[in-house]
C-alpha cells in the first residue's frame, strides 16, 4: 500500500549519537492528537509498565515499528502516525536492540529532546487482530510480572 502524507518532511537535522543517513525519515505511533509544528515532549506517562513519567519520546524510522507504536499506545482515541524530525541527539532504544533485537533491526530510537511534527502518515495498515492481541498480551503479562521500561 503506497504511504500518503500530510505535511512535508523534512529529514534535514543530523543527529549525533546515531550513525544513520540524514534522510531518514522519522516516525512516532500514538494516540495523541498533534498538529504541524507541534513539538512532542518527554515527560508523560510510559505507555508499558506501571505508566512513570518517561525521561524519553520514542521514534522509529520503520513505518512498522510506528503501527505497533500506535496500536500500543494507551487511551481510546485512534492510533496515529507522524512524521517527526528530532531537535536533539537521538540513540538507539534499549528496550528493542539491547535486549530483543541486536543492531537495531527495528530502526528504533529515543530522545531526551522534543520531535518537531512535520506531517502524518494518513493511512496506514494495522497488524491483524490475533497479532495485535498477541502483542497486548505480551504487554500486560509483562505488567503483571512487573517489567518496567528501560527509560534511565
Known amino acids: 500500500m503506497p504511504?500518503?502524507?500530510?505535511?512535508?518532511?523534512?529529514?534535514?537535522?543530523h543527529h549525533?549519537?546515531?550513525?544513520?543517513?540524514?534522510?531518514?525519515?522519522?516516525?512516532?505511533?500514538?494516540?495523541?492528537?498533534?498538529?504541524?509544528?507541534?513539538?512532542?515532549?518527554?515527560?508523560?506517562?510510559?505507555?508499558?509498565?506501571?505508566?512513570?513519567?518517561?525521561?524519553h519520546v520514542y521514534l522509529t524510522a520503520t513505518v512498522d515499528a510506528a503501527v505497533w507504536g500506535a496500536e500500543l499506545a494507551l487511551g481510546d482515541r485512534p492510533g496515529r502516525i507522524y512524521i517527526v524530525e528530532p531537535t536533539g541527539p537521538i540513540e538507539d532504544d534499549p528496550n528493542l536492540t539491547d535486549?530483543?533485537?541486536?543492531?537495531?533491526?527495528?530502526?528504533?530510537?529515543?530522545?531526551?529532546?522534543?520531535?518537531?511534527?512535520?506531517?502524518?502518515l494518513a493511512e496506514w495498515e494495522s497488524h491483524p487482530l490475533d497479532a495485535l492481541q498477541a502483542m497486548k498480551d505480551m504487554v500486560a503479562q509483562a505488567k503483571i510480572l512487573g517489567i518496567e521500561a528501560i527509560d534511565d
Open 3 to 13: 504511504h500518503l502524507y500530510r505535511g512535508s518532511p523534512s529529514g534535514s537535522w
Open 16 to 55: 549525533q549519537y546515531v550513525d544513520a543517513p540524514a534522510t531518514l525519515q522519522y516516525f512516532h505511533g500514538t494516540k495523541a492528537e498533534f498538529s504541524l509544528g507541534d513539538l512532542v515532549v518527554p515527560g508523560y506517562p510510559s505507555n508499558f509498565g506501571s505508566g512513570h513519567q518517561a525521561n
Open 99 to 120: 535486549k530483543k533485537f541486536p543492531g537495531n533491526p527495528t530502526k528504533s530510537y529515543r530522545s531526551r529532546h522534543p520531535l518537531r511534527v512535520t506531517g502524518e
